[in-house]
């Protein structure tokens, strides 16, 4: 098992402003286009003060080596569900249909000054003998630079900067 840990930073931001953000189904699918997403579906449902987000990604394989396009065809599919009790936290699950592995974890936002704090603490764990270590790097890494492009297109969003 591979944990992962990921800081992001949502600059003169509030928590509710993230929050309401990462409930917008449009800010989803701007984050998928800007990933290169293949197939993309979102589903947010409001749950109290918190909510659930589901997320149904396709990437292609064309950036991963070779081994683990070997290992996943010409796609890699993910299934993520978010369960937000508030506007602070979430557990996170993602699945990949078909393939011996998931991850879990949590999801925080907190105010820091003027910004907003994002930490995302993950656990990544593939079942396949002998490689299966390998996949859980290569998984972590692409879920860091996942985030990293959620954040970038988070901040461009939330300053009215965002383009398509």
Known sequence: MKRVSHTLT???????????????????RAVSEYQRVVDFDCRISMNGEGMDVQLEQAHGTDRIPGFAQRLVGHEIRFLQTEAWASPEAADIH????????????????????????QQIELAVKVNMPIVGGKVEDLIGGFIGKAFDAENKVGVKWLAGEWRA
């Open 10 to 28: 949502y600059p003169g931001a509030s928590v509710h402003d993230v929050f309401a953000m990462f409930g917008d189904p449009a800010y989803r």
């Open 94 to 117: 993602v699945t990949i249909p078909g393939k011996p592995g998931e991850m879990s974890g949590t999801e925080t936002l907190t105010q820091s000054g003027d910004d907003v704090v």
